[in-house]
C-alpha cells in the first residue's frame, strides 16, 4: 500500500514537505512545495496544489507504483487537486487520515528541512508540533528583515501579525535557560539582555543578548 501526506503545510516558517512511502518496504520519497508558493500572488491563486501534484507524479514514478496498488491520501485541503487528478488517473485512492509509518518518516523530514532554515532544534521542540504560530512569531521577530523571506506571507494570520507594535527594553536576566533567538547561542546569565515585547493571543517575550539587538 502506498501513503500521501503533508508536513508543515501549518508552519508559519519554510514551505510543506510531501511525502509517499510503500508501506511493506518503508521505500520513501518526498519533496518540498517552496515557501514562495506561500507568498502573494501565488498563494491565493492555490498554485502549491499544482505543486503538489508535481511531486506526487514524480515520486509515484520513481517508486513505481502500479495502478494496481491501493493509495491513502491525507485529507488536508494541499491535496484536493491531487486526489481528483489520481481517481482521473485511475489510481485506487481512498482519503484519510495517514497514520504509520509515514506519519513519523514525514514529520521527521520536516523538522530536519526546518533545522536547515535556521531554527534550533531545543526551540523546535519548544515549540511542539505542529509548530505553534506565535512561538514561531517570536523568532521570526527575532532578525525579522531576514526571516520573514521564509515566511509563509500569505498567510491571512501572517498580515495580521507581522506588522504588530513592538516594545523593546533592556533588562537583567539571572536564569541562564535562554537561547538568544537572533543569534541562536546560549545567554549566559546572569547578564544584561534585550527584550522584545509583543502582544497577540498572550504577551510575549524574545530575549537577545544585548548587542544582537544593536545589531539588526
Known amino acids: 500500500m502506498i501513503q500521501i501526506d503533508d508536513a508543515g503545510s501549518g508552519s508559519l516558517v519554510g514551505g510543506t514537505v510531501i511525502g509517499i512511502i510503500r508501506t511493506e518496504t518503508l521505500d520513501f520519497y518526498y519533496d518540498i512545495i517552496p515557501v514562495e508558493f506561500f507568498k502573494t500572488p501565488e498563494f491565493e491563486e492555490k498554485k502549491y496544489k499544482d505543486y503538489c501534484i508535481k511531486i506526487i507524479e514524480e515520486g509515484l514514478n520513481e517508486l513505481k507504483v502500479s495502478k494496481d496498488e491501493e493509495i491513502e491520501i491525507c485529507q488536508g485541503y494541499i491535496f484536493d487537486k491531487a486526489r481528483n487528478y489520481l481517481k482521473e488517473k485511475g489510481y485506487k485512492v481512498l482519503s484519510v487520515k495517514i497514520s504509520e509509518p509515514l506519519q ?6 520536516f523538522i530536519d528541512y526546518a533545522i536547515g532554515l535556521g531554527i534550533p532544534l531545543d526551540y523546535l521542540q519548544y515549540t511542539k508540533y505542529p509548530f505553534h504560530f506565535h512561538r514561531l512569531l517570536k523568532w521570526v521577530l527575532a532578525d525579522f528583515k531576514k526571516r520573514s523571506e ?17 516594545e523593546h527594553y533592556i533588562d537583567y536576566l539571572y536564569n541562564s535557560n535562554f537561547r538568544c533567538l537572533k543569534c541562536g547561542d546560549i545567554i549566559d546569565a546572569p547578564c544584561k539582555v534585550s527584550v522584545i515585547k509583543f502582544v497577540t493571543n498572550n504577551e510575549y517575550f524574545i530575549y537577545l543578548h544585548e548587542n544582537c539587538y544593536s545589531s539588526q
Do not use: A, V
Open 150 to 166: 521564509i515566511c509563509k506571507t500569505g498567510w491571512s494570520s501572517y498580515k495580521k501579525y507581522s506588522s504588530i507594535k513592538t
Open 104 to 109: 513519523s518518516i514525514i514529520e521527521e523530514t
